[in-house]
Each structure stands twice: as C-alpha cells, then as structure tokens.
C-alpha cells in the first residue's frame, strides 16, 4: 500500500524555467510533509516542509503548495538551476506516530543548461 | 541541523556473513533512525533506534536480522545478519532533534555476491 507516491519518475526542463514536481498521498492522517533532495552517492538533504494548517510554504527559489482536499501537494522550483538535478522525494508524517517518515518513489529532475 | 556521519561507506560482503555500520551524530539528538533504499526504489524506515533500550522495528523488519543498538544520543550501529544477496541496498541513517525534520548521513552501499 503505497500511501505517498510521486507519479512522475521523472522531469526535464530547461534552465531559468519553472520546474513543478508532484506528489499525492492517501492517509488522511498525515499532518506533515517534507521534500527531500539527493544526489548520487549521497543521501537525502532536506529541502523545505509544510504543515498540513498552511497551503504554502516559501524559501528563497523554492515553494511548496499543499491541497488538502485534493490530498496533493507540489514542489516549485524558480528558476531552476543545473545544481538543482537531483532525485527528489516528497515524504509524509503522520501526528500520532511523530516520527515515522513515508517516502514517495522520488522523481529524477534534470535541469538542461 | 545535524551532521550525520556513516561508516563504512561501501562494502562487497559474502552472503551468510554480517556486517555492522555504524552512525555517528555531531550532536546530542532526540530520535535516531535506519533506512534501506533498494535499487530503484525508495527510502524504506527499517526501525526507530532507541537510546538505552531495544529498537523499534517496522512491519517486516525482525531484530534477528537487523540487531540495532543505541548506547547514547549520537551514536547508533546496524547489523545485517546473515546476509543474501536480497540485502545489497543503500543503508541510511537519519537522526531527529525538535520538529518532524530528519536529516541523513551519506549512506553505506552494500553489495552482497
């Protein structure tokens, strides 16, 4: 039962251009969610989070919108970058359990200089 | 945030053989974790390692096979016991301090023939 699951493997886009990765989920119960970048060879770095009382969470060329009822939320990038190639995973918490991650696939996005 | 170091980085181990990694933390941190990231999937939580007393293990993870220990707050060791070559994955490990965010060290890449 995959509960966060990123539907795209993977995005392309050109430099300066708005690149928009998403994520759906199915627990209702989750009131947390965080994306996550990595790069090969590495593990995970921690993007940007938003609560589930917010629908939009701002830093710097990164934004995170989050559509309850939908149980949607997206990552924008603007404007992307070459550095921003990367595998990205959106992952959920849930308030009961506090601690307890759930990762999506992750989705490949590559940045065309 | 928190600085995560793991060792080893790599390792080609024989199957039936066990192989610890261990975590080392730059600060003392509430919640230590453990994760595997097969080939081309996600990130899976294998358990919560707990400080002072026995790890919290996830659905389809058993102590026999994934011993954790946690004799302080910044430092964790993970055992894959009697390895196959279902075992070959990325290892994480993440450690938590205030708020839902985790932070990851590098990873151990096991390969095991």
């Known amino acids: 039962d995959q509960q966060v699951k990123q539907n795209s493997p993977s995005l392309s886009v050109q430099e300066g251009r708005i690149s928009i990765l998403n994520c759906d989920y199915t627990?209702?119960?989750?009131?947390?969610f965080l994306w996550y970048k990595k790069y090969p060879a590495e593990g995970p770095t921690f993007l940007i989070s938003?609560?589930?009382?917010?629908d939009k969470n701002e830093d710097g060329r990164f934004t995170v919108f989050l559509n309850k009822s939908a149980k949607h939320l997206s990552l924008h990038i603007v404007p992307s970058q070459p550095g921003d190639s990367a595998v990205y995973f959106c992952a959920a918490s849930e308030g009961t359990s506090g601690s307890r991650l759930t990762f999506g696939e992750g989705t490949q996005l590559t940045v065309n200089p | 945030s928190a600085v995560i170091s793991q060792k080893p980085s790599r390792d080609i181990c024989q199957r039936g053989t066990s192989l610890t990694i261990q975590c080392q933390v730059d600060?003392?941190?509430?919640?230590m974790f453990w994760y595997r990231q097969q080939p081309g999937q996600s990130l899976t939580l294998i358990a919560t390692a707990n400080q002072g007393s026995e790890a919290t293990y996830e659905s389809g993870f058993v102590i026999d096979k994934f011993p954790i220990s946690r004799p302080n707050l910044t430092f964790s060791t993970l055992t894959v016991s009697n390895m196959s070559p279902e075992d070959s994955s990325i290892y994480l490990c993440?450690?938590?301090?205030?708020?839902?965010?985790?932070?990851f060290g590098p990873g151990t890449r096991l390969t095991v023939t």
């Open positions: 938003i609560s589930s009382i917010k």
């Open positions: 627990n209702s119960m989750f009131d947390y």
């Open positions: 993440s450690a938590r301090s205030s708020g839902y965010e985790q932070y």
């Open positions: 600060s003392q941190v509430t919640m």
